[in-house]
């Protein structure tokens, strides 16, 4: 891999070269920045930045410097037969071009590297084929910038500093110019590009590892031996943006419609003996767009992943939605779990609980007294009594807000074991993914107005989602593994029918948690 000079700086990629021309250029800057300060001391802010500018410049040629040197163009090369030999593929060298590559320090360098395509099952070696006979060729290598790490033009370190960047302001072109401030000077839509590339290699990952468990060739993780796990499963809201068949519009722009999504979330996490979350343990915040049976298998996959199937407790816990507890079991089933329990989260039972009370009781006094009540009885794993106090309020025959909280109790009382579950020192409330839709979704993807391709916006979720779980580096670090042998982004994979209503389940004799008839 030959790399040419930077563009704009009079310097060789020498070391010699290097500090001959940092010590020159430091000796008239010198002169330069103290002239500045002598004529206004308010002039330091422009000073810093400008002595880090130059500080770039030295890093980014002591950067191009290191992957000039030969040494590091032997090692590079060997790496780069081995990741073509690791792909299981036999490749073809197309041609060798140059290629612009952005380093962190901003600058860009030019480096001149072989690309390679996958050989055709029906090509022999050295013999092209015929007119009409092409076939379908797959998506070629860069083997010596995949040994680096380097993908979209620009440095692992720099992909990561701009994707950073992105989830966690506002909008594409606020991250453009936050970069910009930091000297990183590259426009929005690569800001984009980079960004979703690295979203949607980091889902390409997580589709290999799930077909390797469906395989049953993913050996189960120790994380979670002997742990207190907490599975928590709920729904948020984000709209995405379909565009329209036919004629565009007068500016040349599809017209399309923006329909509201409802992106599923998982988390996942361990407490100690008095129901506190452990923070030194690994969290799993995970996301997807496809449906109740895609955050399903991602919970399968993750407990057994961390071991789960060897913790000591396992509580799913979640609102009282049908499509979640008509697939906790499959997914108990899938992740080998041989004892689990399950709960309705506390705070929206009472919540129903409030509306009722609130309807048919005018004075605050009785309200706080009848709502005590059925907590206690909740709490105490005594449905019945609480139905019972909830049909002795005034008026509760003719007040749908009671018959609601009555349906809503009747229907999920194999859920309402609180008793139990306290009494294992377990929480009984979903609030951490109640937080994780409001972080993850709510603070970027929902903003007013803002609307997203489906496949764009499954990429960002899923970076934010670890980036706020603390996984970011771990997640980067199966990416390098993943995108070492392939530029392609495919992380759609065949879903398996979770829900205990499907006809292939019931050979399994699953239990049934939710009557039919829930709301």
Known sequence: MEVAKIKGIDCKLTIGAIMHYMAEQIQILFCQWVGNLEENPDNFVSVERTILQFTNIIAGLLTATVLADSKTNEQVKKEAKKIRRESGKKWRLVRSTWLTVTLLCGLTISVYTPYWLPRRPSQKPGKRPGPGKRGKEGTGLYPELSALGIREGVTSSLQEEIARTTIFMPSFKISQQELEHRGINIDVKMVRRVTLELGEQALSARKEDIELWKKGLYPAGTTFNGKRVVVTIDGGRTRTRKNHSGRRTKKGRHRFETNWREPKLLVIYTVDENGKREADTEQVIETGLKGPEQISELAAFHLHRLGAADAEEVVFLADGAEWIWDRVPMIAKQSGLKHWMAGVDFCHVMGYVGKAVKATCPEKTDRKTHAKKIRKALLAGMTEKALAILKSLPDAEISEDVQTAL?????????????????????????????????????????????????????????????????????????????????????????????????????????????????
């Open 407 to 519: 349906r809503y109790i009747r229907n999920r009382r194999l859920l309402m074991k609180y008793d139990q579950i306290k009494g294992k020192g377990l929480p009984i409330g979903s609030g951490a993914v109640e937080s994780a839709v409001r972080r993850v979704i709510n603070l970027r993807i929902k903003s007013p107005g803002m609307f997203w391709e489906e496949d764009n916006v499954e990429a960002f979720m899923y970076l934010r989602a670890n980036a706020l779980s603390g996984q970011w580096d771990n997640m980067l670090k199966r990416v390098h593994q993943h995108s070492r042998t392939t530029r392609k982004r495919d992380w759609k994979w065949n879903l398996t029918p979770y829900s205990i209503k499907e006809e292939g389940n019931k050979i399994y004799q699953l239990p049934q948690l939710l009557n039919k008839e829930a709301a």
